[in-house]
């Protein structure tokens, strides 16, 4: 096995995370594996009673990352909860131990610490940003503890004690280029993200097929700190340079400010294609339709999804967040992490990492009724899945204009590292 690792919430958002557990509507069910016995199970040195299993959650619930990671948090919550109504994993319900990573990296750290050594959790469903997972990567290798990582981000990581549930660069970054570049006939791109790990390797990587396999040219190139509200000087280059595609990547709460001032701008999917690897229908609900209405992202789920599969997550959501709750695509890989877990520890037989690990490595491990659509994990512990571009609306919801074959997850791929 490789182990390479290269290294204020609105008022709405409150409402959303006060909410308790409410009763739910028949569980999706998933497969599952046979049982194993007490004596086996409890052998682990974790959280694991007769009666109980206990999992850690570690999302940021304040600072500016908290109008992304909300939606996450709610989905491990939704998954679990189906899970225990259906008896729980092993025959054992499942406690939840939640902590705030504060949109703080030194934080996740400290609290992906506490929940291994401390509260010696079985798993942990979070992080976020790739700075969020660089900081509790050491953490985790270091205690041997297992994260379900549901964001899409640059690839080039492969940990044992990593399942990625997001997409990697193959899946999202150079689907998205090759469907603007032929449907859009872009030459020209201008690269703006949030200043840490995820953006920068990101553009890294497009800047390389922009130019090497695609022909284009980047015209600009910007960076603004995490949190950042003021666009104006980079929309100012934007006007100047003209580029086909404005290709971006801000994230969390940037994205108001920077969607918003594109309008006041006059820039609009009138007159510029944007196409984002990092807007969700969670970043959407802040931002305003209207602000970004005609626009593109590149995702691997949208909620407005028309198959059996979705139309029973999202009910199953909205019954228990709220009607106004929206379900974008790191939520719905959220949602997936408790679901991959106990279908790996089933198989097991155990909630010991090593054998939980060995169990999500041997390649047959499915989800036929992920809301997505049918993945399947991969022994490099990342997902196949298919991309999709979607068009985004005036009341928030997207078009899926494009759906791409299964794909292959690739996180080393050959000439972009």
């Not at 025959?91 to 996740?108: C, H, L, V, Y």
């Not at 580029?243 to 007159?271: C, E, H, M, R």
Request: hydrophobic share 40%; proline share 3%.
């Amino acid at each position: 096995m490789k182990n390479t690792s290269n290294s204020g919430l609105s008022s709405f958002m409150r409402r959303r995370l006060a909410k308790g557990f409410m009763s739910l509507p028949a569980a999706i069910l998933l497969s599952s594996i046979s049982l194993s016995s007490s004596a086996e199970v409890n052998t682990t040195g974790l959280a694991v009673t007769k009666d109980t299993v206990t999992i850690g959650i570690l999302h940021s619930l304040t600072g500016t990352m908290a109008i992304s990671e909300t939606g996450a948090q709610e989905a491990e919550k939704l998954a679990i909860k189906q899970i225990n109504e259906t008896g729980g994993i092993l025959g054992r319900q499942i406690k939840i131990i939640q902590e705030d990573g504060a949109s703080d990296w030194p934080t996740f750290a400290e609290k992906s610490k506490k929940l291994l050594v401390q509260d010696k959790v079985a798993a942990v469903f979070g992080a976020w940003t790739s700075a969020s997972r660089k900081a509790v990567l050491p953490v985790f290798e270091k205690e041997n503890g297992l994260l379900y990582y549901p964001t899409f981000y640059e690839g080039l990581e492969q940990s044992k004690n990593v399942i990625y549930t997001g997409q990697e660069a193959t899946q999202q970054i150079l689907d998205g280029l090759n469907w603007v570049s032929k449907e859009k006939k872009a030459k020209t791109f201008y690269l703006i993200g949030s200043d840490y790990i995820w953006p920068r390797t990101s553009m890294k990587i497009a800047r390389k097929h922009i130019e090497k396999v695609l022909g284009g040219k980047v015209v600009g190139e910007e960076y603004k700190p995490l949190g950042n509200t003021q666009f104006g000087s980079v929309i100012n280059k934007i006007r100047l340079k003209k580029p086909d595609v404005i290709y971006a990547a801000v994230v969390g709460g940037s994205n108001v400010a920077w969607f918003k001032q594109l309008k006041a701008a006059g820039i609009t999917s009138k007159n510029q294609t944007l196409l984002t690897i990092s807007v969700t229908e969670d970043e959407v609900l802040g931002i305003g339709g209207e602000n970004l209405e005609g626009f593109y992202s590149i995702m691997k789920y949208f909620q407005s999804q028309d198959n059996p599969n979705n139309k029973a997550f999202v009910k199953a959501f909205k019954e228990m967040w709220g009607d106004d709750s929206v379900m974008g695509d790191v939520t719905q890989a959220a949602y997936l992490g408790p679901w991959l877990w106990k279908a790996a520890v089933e198989k097991a037989g155990s909630f010991d990492i090593d054998k939980v690990v060995a169990a999500s490595e041997e390649g047959d491990i499915e989800l036929t009724t992920a809301p997505e659509g049918y993945v399947k994990l991969h022994p490099n512990h990342h997902l196949w899945s298919k991309a999709r571009v979607g068009k985004w609306n005036k009341d928030g919801q997207a078009t899926v204009v494009y759906t791409s074959e299964l794909l292959e997850p690739d996180p080393f791929p050959a000439g972009y590292q």
